[in-house]
C-alpha cells in the first residue's frame, strides 16, 4: 500500500516535470513580441487597477489639481482649457514653465506646439468641399476641421483619431491630418468624435501623463508597490505617506527622517553602507 502511494507520487511528479518541460519549450519557440504585448497589457491593467479607483482621496485629489492647472494656464494666458491642456501636456504639465515660455516668446511657442491664431485656410462655408483623405465631396456641413480649417469628412476624423488613440499616449499631442500641417487637435474634437472605449483609453492617458510628468507626484519607491503619491505643495515638510502604508521623504525618497535634513540622512545612508560593508569584510575573515 505505501509503495504504491509512493509509486503514485512519483508518477505525477514526472508528468509535472514533463509539462513544465514542454510549457518552457513553447515559450523559448514564442516570438518576442508576444511578450511585448504582454508586458503592455498587465501595465495597463494595473495602471486601471490603481486610478479607476476614484473614491480614493489621493486619486480625486490628482484629478482636481490636474483641473486647477488647466484652469489657471487658461485664465493667466487667457486661452481655452482645451488649448490650455495641449500646453501643459506638451511642456510636461509644468505651470511654471508653460508661463516663462509663453510670456518669453508666444509666437514661438503657438508654433511648436499646433496652437494657430488663425486658420492656415478658410474653411468652405456653405460650398461643397473635396475631403482631403477620402477625396469625396461633402456639403460643408459635413466636413469638420481644427483651428487651421484643413477640411475631412467626419468619417475620416473618426478614423484617424481613433487610430491614434489605439496607437498610444501620441493621441495627445495629435495634429491635423494634413501633412504640411502641424496645427493641434484639441480635446473637444477627440471627444466628439470618439466612441466611448476611445474616450475611456483617451483619458487614461491624459491622467496617466499628468502622473508621470508631474514633479508633485511620484511613484511609490517601497519594493513591489505600484501606487502614485502625492505631494502638496506647501504642506510644511517632506514627509509622505504612500497607501500601501510605506513613509517617504518626498525630497530624497529615503524613509521619513523628519526633522532630520536630507543631505545628513544622505551622509548616514553613505556611512551605514560602508560600515557594513567592513563589517561583512571583517565577518569573513574571523
Ligand atoms: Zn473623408
Ligand atoms: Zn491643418
Ligand atoms: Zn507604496
Ligand atoms: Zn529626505
Redesign the pocket.
Known amino acids: 500500500m505505501e509503495s504504491e502511494d509512493e509509486f503514485d507520487m512519483q508518477d505525477a511528479n514526472a508528468s509535472a516535470e514533463e509539462d513544465d518541460f514542454y510549457s518552457g519549450g513553447d515559450d523559448d519557440a514564442a516570438p518576442a513580441y508576444a511578450f511585448d504585448s504582454d508586458d503592455a497589457d498587465v501595465a495597463d491593467y494595473e495602471f486601471i487597477d490603481n486610478d479607476s479607483d476614484d473614491s480614493d482621496d489621493l486619486v480625486s485629489n490628482r484629478h482636481q489639481r490636474q483641473e486647477e492647472d488647466i484652469t489657471r494656464i487658461s485664465t493667466v494666458l487667457s486661452i481655452s482649457k482645451v488649448a490650455a491642456s495641449i500646453l501643459l501636456r506638451f511642456y510636461n504639465w509644468s505651470v511654471s514653465k508653460v508661463h516663462d515660455e509663453w510670456f518669453a516668446d508666444e509666437e514661438r511657442v503657438r508654433k511648436a506646439v499646433g496652437l494657430l491664431e488663425k486658420p492656415?485656410v478658410q474653411f468652405p462655408d456653405g460650398e461643397e468641399m473635396t475631403c482631403g483623405i477620402c477625396f469625396e465631396n461633402y456639403p460643408s456641413d459635413r466636413l469638420l476641421a481644427?483651428a487651421?480649417?484643413?477640411p475631412f469628412c467626419s468619417s475620416c476624423w473618426t478614423g484617424y483619431i481613433s487610430t491614434a488613440i489605439n496607437d498610444g499616449p501620441g493621441c495627445l499631442m495629435l495634429r491635423?491630418p494634413?501633412p504640411s500641417?502641424g496645427?493641434a487637435v484639441g480635446q473637444d474634437m477627440i471627444y466628439l468624435l470618439s466612441s466611448d472605449e476611445d474616450k475611456v483609453k483617451y483619458n487614461r492617458y491624459f491622467i496617466r501623463s499628468y502622473v508621470e510628468d508631474n514633479r508633485k507626484t511620484k511613484w511609490c519607491p517601497a519594493p513591489g508597490c505600484d501606487y502614485a503619491v502625492d505631494f502638496v505643495v506647501g504642506s510644511g515638510n517632506y514627509d509622505v505617506t504612500c497607501r500601501c502604508s510605506y513613509s517617504f521623504c518626498w525630497n530624497c525618497t529615503e524613509e521619513a527622517h523628519r526633522p532630520v535634513d536630507c543631505d545628513t540622512v544622505a551622509k548616514w545612508v553613505l556611512k551605514n553602507s560602508a560600515e557594513s560593508e567592513n563589517m561583512n569584510w571583517y565577518g569573513s575573515r574571523s
Open positions: 492656415a481644427a487651421c480649417g484643413h491635423c494634413d500641417c496645427a
